[in-house]
């Protein structure tokens, strides 16, 4: 079982930028491909980015393409998220997800964090 917790969510303006982080419990979080979704009030949890296993290869949804980065850390059992040029349209509940499967743009993985609040306000 592998316990997500994120962190780093906020307030920011317009064009701002944030960086998420979700720390995993498990030592092994390495085997796992991880993923950020997002879901705005009213709206369906929609993918937002993925990294592979070695972190060697990320894929990311259009419209955060250029202005997101997904990262990770295996040593420290941590991927990120690094947001840039936000929009009041980025604003969401994110959430990191961990799987053992490539890839993946539903949301049909194995392991949640329970989500932390973006808002740009305009």
């Known amino acids: 079982q592998v316990r997500l917790v994120e962190s780093g969510g906020g307030l920011v303006q317009t064009g701002g930028s944030l960086r998420l982080s979700c720390a995993a419990s498990e030592r092994s979080f390495s085997m796992y491909v991880a993923a950020w979704f997002r879901q705005a009030p009213g709206k369906e949890r929609e993918f937002v980015a993925a990294i592979s296993r070695s972190g060697s290869t990320t894929y990311y949804a259009e419209p955060v393409k250029g202005r997101f980065t997904i990262s990770r850390d295996n040593a420290k059992n941590t991927v990120y998220l690094q947001m840039t040029s936000l929009k009041p349209e980025d604003t969401a509940v994110y959430y990191c997800?961990?799987?053992?499967?490539?890839?993946?743009?539903?949301?049909?993985?194995?392991?949640w964090g329970r989500g932390t609040q973006v808002t740009v306000s305009s």
């Open positions: 997800a961990a799987d053992s499967a490539w890839l993946r743009t539903t949301p049909e993985y194995d392991y």
